[in-house]
């Protein structure tokens, strides 16, 4: 029994990591209107900066200057805001699903330079021997529990920031232009500059958050960052209830325990090609039935800002 | 809104409390099992030994776990059915022989979905909840994703198949390596073609760390050691639907042989393109060329056989009584001959090792069981080339060598074999075969 | 006799409404005119009427049957027919196909006699019948529009802002044109936001509608004095 | 221009042709349907695992194979149409969007449960080597190239020349006023339907004649069908066509000048300029419309 809730710790860790970026995209998926198909690419570069800046020793990489984890933190953050930047300007040119391709070619391309460019990201081997934060107090298998408490209490701070910025006026805006972007623009707002602002605190955020990643993972490769990591948290916001406040924790809490805890399911070893396969049915039974009977989501938007419309209104 | 935040509130909460007991209970873990390796009493040590790995706590009862944390599905699928077929060999061989510790033998099969986040979370659904004793069956990516956690668990762990150049360092205290490394595999390419009398050589090579490692080396024992030339290096991405640019651009100096580092689902149509268009010359393959896919391309008319395409794998050590004793056994499972490039007897021989070691120790206390490891390969000791014989071995307080079905399995300080044998294999009559063993000639190392 | 009513509709995007409880009935054979200021929702009224937006709240019927949640097909079918403000061709399509493919409800052979007709009512169109609809004049494009829609002899026809941005003396024959398509037995309700001169006249009744509601109904000639007209067309409010 | 550039051109035409089959479906759905599918790629798997059972299995001709590869994934499209899509058309395109990714999810799952998760390749050759001058090329790609243009073409016929295929172009071409003019549109969803996914078969079944048969081909197609997609002009048919030409063209000629290792990078960075360069799609003549 214990051993299930080592597991679970583990499956709820993950989770947790999941319902934070599920709260990033949220942030410019969901309100602000900008489907990002990309966001891998931004927790690589996030994650990447994270590993080379804080790396002290590794004969084969040029550039190992060992700095202080917290430094490596804010690099890696400013790194995921400056590709934000980057990807952003010539893609926010293009709405809707032109950005939502663009993005996803821009992840790619950033996953291949990971593997290319060996002399700084040892390629396809990555980084795998690393310290984590706090290691030397927090011991062996009671480390879990602490990245655990660690990932959840940064959850818990996304959220609170999620739920201002989703109340502020800031937040209204943006889901004002992405509801009416040539009203918006006929007020006098400058939606496109205010889109390359969110996507680049989205970056920022993503930066940040990656070493959480990194963490829990234990290691650096670029197979970490394919586009799966992208769909996974799609998915877990679609099914939470996208544009809604609640619905990205939700979501992701739920995805992520049901698909894992699947693998607790363990049939014969024949029977193992096909369980694996299933998870792949399931998840995608979810995806569908979930769009067919609740398009909206678990949690819906306008629960998450009823009152706030009505204020408006009134 | 409002009940929202207290949900979350109320999670962060839990979590917290949870990290805190989670923080007792850990440290109890470590205490227990650091205190009682030394104790005698095995009855004490076993189950302390279960506390020391984290494992479910099951008692002295029961069978004994072994895991096997392996791609079932992904890109490591296609060799799943072989590499189980090997380990319940030797399951059942262990089992029929009375177990260990006069305990059956139960083998657990995890999937790790080929991929970095697979692994980690069936390493922890291996151990946590699963308990296994021992581990064994990872690949490359798989084993050093958890390469830490396997040395904070203490767990004893063999990778049968990883040749990452990662682990030429980083083993011998609980992780071993029962194969040749890639960096070896390269070695050995290199010293092929020197032997063969080339002189230019073209490489085409698959972008992924199995594939590029030993090509590095390939190409950096061929050119400064040896003095040859490569005149064409190219790379590519798997995963594409044809590679008909690379192949042309490998062949376009006329190279005397192409050195192909790839997965065989790159591999194929690599070569399928090169029977199109005729381009002739010979290959040097990497040892993930060297399975039944590639040799049934012969079937197809691509006309690789009969000494155009060779390739230097870890050979199986054929024999070796235990390769005599094993390979009928496997081959009334699959139908299949065993085949060295899909490590089915690595597989059998990492499961016999770990019941030998769990015997040795008397326990499955993890760091009792990694001690014994190393010494019951190595000489000096009785060699023995079955678990009966080792068992009995041991019960009449003999030391212990074992030499297994893929070598003599003699490992060096960081757990890597010391001499790892390869052979040339060419493919005949629509399979591998090998047609030669040869030594690794030490004067190439970089 | 009421042929087309709207009743208490309310519709929007998405979840914002932008109609509410709009109240709006056109006779047969009669002309009616909606005009308001840019934003009112008049082309939501337009797109509620024929199925294109959904009806959240509120009934529609046509002829004396319920369309309320019927398909775009079906009010079609009982003889609606629309010329949309803006993309009221296809672009990528000849003049020939956009005509005949507005045709597409009649027999083969009465479709193409129904392109004929079309092309002796516009000249003009008939000259750029192998163009594709993307390089026809703005005016052009109106006349097209109006032909696809009153091709098929619909006994209702909804015009979305016809003359927008077009010449002076195109808008007077394009006016010419619809008004004989109503002698001819149809109704009409024209959304009015330029040359509102041009065309009231004609008219029966005159919507106004403000701020996706109804603000008024009235007799034609009651708007036709100027201070009427500006206080209409340069915003209600002020 | 040298000889490696004129068989990397042939090359080129022969990525080209097989990504522009696989891109026009793509487009189509895209454009009359109105959102992105991404169960497109399955299809293209689907396509190539019933070519190889075809051919394999019941030793069939490689021609009757592929048409009947073709016929079948095309009728599944329409039943996916239905069963699966149809259903949640009224809750917009996000909605269909992570349907067709749940969609493509559960038939990746199938694929894999009912063929296995081995590679194969077909047991068929490709026919001889022709030497042409400086320039070589066999004949299954000849094959390839033809069979590419000649569908383009019946395709073109059928989409100017036919009542239907106007339909779907007037679809197509304004959604909205298709439905104001009394267009079927359930008849030309069918239709869309269906060529769509027999075009997705056909490059199942191409990809898999010239590369392998392998579960992940759909996860690695839609990738680059989207790439060519989006460079087309989304939804611009013949767009597309051209689209997929140069985007194969550009990641073989590539190698000429860089490591082949960024032949990918090469696919995305062709896409990011042409956006750049022209953001409504680099061949659409008229203005994007937006999501």
Redesign the interface.
């Known amino acids: 029994?214990?051993?299930?809730?080592?597991?679970l710790?583990?499956?709820?860790t993950?989770a947790g990591i999941y319902a934070i970026l599920a709260m990033i995209l949220n942030l410019e998926a969901g309100w602000a209107g900008m489907w990002d198909l990309g966001l891998a690419g931004l927790v690589a570069v996030g994650g990447y900066v994270f590993i080379i800046t804080t790396q002290t020793t590794h004969e084969d990489v040029v550039f190992a200057p060992g700095w202080p984890m917290w430094a490596g933190v804010v690099a890696g953050s400013l790194a995921g805001g400056i590709a934000a930047l980057i990807i952003g300007i010539p893609s926010l040119r293009v709405r809707g699903e032109y950005f939502l391709i663009t993005t996803l070619a821009f992840a790619e391309v950033i996953r291949?330079l990971s593997?290319?460019l060996g002399t700084i990201t040892r390629?396809?081997?990555?980084f795998?021997?690393f310290s984590r934060p706090f290691e030397s107090l927090?011991?062996?298998?009671?480390?879990?529990?602490?990245l655990?408490?660690m990932v959840?209490?940064i959850?818990?701070l996304v959220?609170?920031l999620m739920?201002r910025l989703g109340h502020s006026p800031y937040g209204r805006l943006l889901r004002g232009f992405r509801d009416n972007d040539p009203v918006a623009r006929s007020l006098g707002k400058h939606t496109n500059r205010h889109r390359i602002q969110t996507f680049v605190l989205a970056g920022l955020m993503y930066g940040a958050v990656a070493p959480l990643y990194v963490w829990?993972?234990?290691?650096v490769?670029p197979?970490?960052f394919t586009s799966e990591v992208t769909f996974v948290t799609w998915t877990a916001l679609v099914i939470g209830g996208i544009a809604s406040?609640?619905g990205p924790?939700l979501g992701a809490a739920i995805l992520l325990v049901v698909t894992?805890a699947a693998?607790?399911v363990?049939g014969s070893?024949e029977m193992?090609?096909v369980l694996?396969?299933v998870r792949f049915i399931v998840l995608g039974l979810v995806l569908i039935l979930v769009m067919r009977f609740r398009p909206e989501g678990l949690a819906k938007e306008r629960d998450?800002f009823a009152?706030a419309s009505r204020r408006v209104e009134a | 809104?409002k009940p929202?935040?207290r949900?979350?509130?109320i999670?962060?909460v839990i979590?917290?409390v949870?990290?805190?007991?989670?923080?007792a209970?850990?440290?109890a873990?470590?205490t227990v099992g650091g205190d009682t390796t030394t104790s005698a009493g095995s009855e004490a040590t076993t189950t302390a030994g279960d506390g020391a790995t984290?494992?479910?706590?099951d008692g002295e009862e029961g069978p004994i776990k072994f895991g096997m944390l392996i791609g079932?599905?992904?890109d490591y699928?296609?060799y799943?059915d072989v590499s189980?077929a090997g380990a319940d060999v030797a399951i059942a061989e262990i089992n029929d022989a009375g177990g260990v510790l006069g305990r059956q033998v139960e083998?657990v099969?995890?999937?790790n979905?080929s991929?970095?986040?697979g692994a980690?979370?069936?390493f922890?659904?291996i151990?946590?909840?699963?308990?296994v004793h021992v581990l064994g069956g990872p690949e490359s990516?798989g084993a050093?994703?958890?390469?830490?956690?396997i040395k904070?668990?203490q767990l004893p762990t063999i990778c049968p198949a990883c040749g990452?150049?990662?682990l030429d360092e980083?083993g011998g205290d609980y992780i071993w390596r029962i194969t040749g490394s890639d960096s070896d595999g390269g070695l050995i390419a290199a010293q092929f073609a020197r032997d063969a009398g080339y002189t230019r050589v073209a490489m085409l090579v698959q972008?992924?760390?199995g594939a590029?490692?030993p090509a590095d080396v390939f190409k950096q024992v061929f050119t400064e050691i040896i003095g040859g030339e490569v005149v064409a290096d190219?790379?590519?991405?798997p995963?594409?639907?044809?590679y008909?640019?690379?192949v042309?651009?490998a062949f376009?100096d006329e190279p005397e042989v192409v050195y192909v580092g790839s997965g065989?689902?790159a591999g194929?149509?690599i070569l399928?393109e090169w029977?199109?268009?005729?381009y002739g010359g010979g290959f040097l393959f990497s040892p993930d060329m060297v399975v039944p896919?590639i040799a049934a391309?012969t079937?197809?008319?691509v006309e690789i056989g009969d000494g155009v395409a060779r390739a230097a794998i870890a050979a199986y050590d054929t024999g070796s009584p235990a390769y005599e004793s094993y390979a009928p056994r496997y081959e009334a499972i699959t139908g299949e001959q065993p085949t060295p490039g899909l490590y089915d007897a690595n597989q059998y021989d990492q499961y016999i090792i770990l019941a030998l070691a769990i015997t040795a120790a008397g326990t499955t206390d993890g760091p009792a069981v990694a001690a014994e490891i190393t010494e019951l390969l190595n000489p000096p000791g009785t060699t023995v080339y079955s678990y009966a014989d080792g068992v009995a071995a041991i019960e009449a307080g003999e030391d212990i060598d074992y030499h297994g079905a893929s070598s003599s399995l003699d490992v060096n300080e960081f757990g890597n074999l010391s001499s790892p044998n390869f052979g040339e294999q060419n493919i005949v009559d629509g399979q591998w075969s090998q047609v030669a063993t040869v030594e690794l000639d030490p004067s190439l190392r970089p | 006799m009421t042929l087309l009513d709207l009743k208490g509709i309310e519709t929007g995007y998405g979840k914002i409404p932008v109609l509410h409880s709009v109240d709006l009935r056109v006779d047969e054979n009669e002309m009616v005119a909606l005009i308001g200021p840019n934003g009112a929702g008049k082309t939501s009224l337009a797109k509620a009427a024929f199925g294109l937006l959904p009806a959240m709240r509120g009934s529609i019927s046509f002829d004396g049957e319920d369309l309320t949640g019927a398909t775009t097909a079906r009010r079609i079918h009982l003889g609606m027919a629309m010329a949309p403000q803006v993309e009221n061709t296809f672009p990528e399509l000849t003049v020939d196909d956009n005509l005949l493919t507005s045709f597409s409800t009649l027999a083969p052979e009465d479709s193409a006699a129904a392109v004929e007709n079309a092309y002796a009512l516009f000249p003009r169109l008939a000259e750029r019948r192998r163009q594709s609809a993307r390089t026809l004049s703005g005016g052009e494009r109106q006349m097209l529009a109006f032909a696809c829609a009153s091709g098929t002899k619909p006994r209702f026809l909804l015009l979305d802002e016809p003359t927008t941005g077009l010449a002076p003396t195109i808008v007077h024959s394009l006016v010419e044109r619809i008004v004989e398509f109503k002698d001819g037995g149809a109704s009409i309700l024209w959304i009015i936001e330029e040359n509102p001169l041009e065309v009231l006249p004609y008219v029966d009744r005159v919507y106004v509608l403000s701020n996706g509601t109804v603000k008024a109904e009235t007799k034609a000639e009651d708007l036709l004095s100027e201070e009427a007209l500006r206080t209409l067309f340069f915003g209600l409010e002020e | 221009m040298t000889p490696?550039d004129m068989?990397?051109i042939i090359?080129?035409l022969?990525?080209g042709s097989?990504l522009a089959i696989a891109t026009v479906g793509f487009s189509m759905i895209r454009q009359t349907e109105g959102f992105i599918n991404i169960a497109h790629g399955q299809l293209l798997t689907l396509g190539a695992f019933l070519g190889y059972f075809f051919v394999a299995t019941l030793e069939m001709n490689v021609f009757l194979a592929g048409l009947a590869s073709m016929l079948l994934v095309g009728l599944f499209g329409v039943l996916l149409s239905i069963v699966v899509f149809r259903p949640v058309a009224k809750s917009g395109p996000l909605a269909q969007l992570f349907t067709s990714i749940g969609l493509a999810y559960l038939l990746f799952g199938l694929i894999?449960v009912v063929f296995g998760?081995?590679?194969?390749?077909?047991?068929?050759?490709?026919?001889g080597?022709l030497d042409l001058g400086p320039v070589?090329v066999?004949v299954?790609?000849i094959l390839i190239i033809v069979v590419a243009a000649t569908v383009v073409g019946l395709l073109a016929l059928f989409l100017t020349q036919t009542r239907l295929g106007t339909w779907i172009r007037a679809t197509a071409s304004n959604p909205e006023l298709a439905r104001l003019r009394g267009i079927p549109v359930n008849r030309v969803s069918y239709a869309v339907w269906f060529v769509a996914s027999a075009l997705a078969g056909l490059a199942g079944v191409m990809?898999g004649l010239?590369?392998?048969v392998?579960s992940?081909?759909g996860w690695?197609?839609i990738l680059i069908i989207l790439a060519a997609a989006v460079l087309g002009g989304l939804g611009s048919i013949y767009g597309v066509l051209a689209a997929g030409l140069l985007l194969g063209l550009a990641?073989?000629l590539s190698?000429l000048i860089i490591?082949?290792?960024y032949?990918?990078v090469v696919a995305f960075g062709v896409l990011i300029l042409g956006l750049l360069l022209r953001p409504q799609g680099l061949f659409a003549a008229k203005g994007r419309r937006e999501a």
């Open positions: 029994m214990t051993g299930v809730i080592l597991f710790v583990g499956v709820v993950l291949q593997i290319n390629g396809t081997v990555g795998n021997q927090v011991s062996g298998s009671a480390y879990r529990w602490f655990l408490a959840w209490v959850v818990l959220y609170l739920r829990f993972i234990r290691t490769t197979s970490l406040l609640r924790v894992e693998a607790l363990q070893g193992a090609v694996a396969s998450a009152r | 809104m929202g935040l949900q979350m509130v999670l962060a979590a917290l949870a990290a805190a007991c989670g923080d209970g850990g440290e873990d470590t984290s494992t479910a706590g079932v599905t992904g699928a296609p799943y189980k083998l099969v995890v999937d979905k991929t970095v986040e980690v979370q069936g922890s659904q151990v946590d909840v699963e308990g990516d050093i994703a958890n390469l830490q956690a904070d668990l990452t150049s990662e980083a972008n992924t760390e590029s490692a190219v790379r590519f991405d995963g594409q639907s044809s008909q640019a690379q042309d651009q376009a065989f689902e194929g149509i399928t029977q199109r268009r005729g896919e391309l079937e197809q008319g | 490696a068989q990397n090359f080129g022969v990525t097989i894999r998760a081995n590679v194969t390749f077909f047991p068929t050759g490709f026919g080597r070589n066999t299954g790609e990809v010239i590369g392998n392998h992940e081909l690695t197609q990641m073989d190698a490591p082949t290792s032949r990918t």
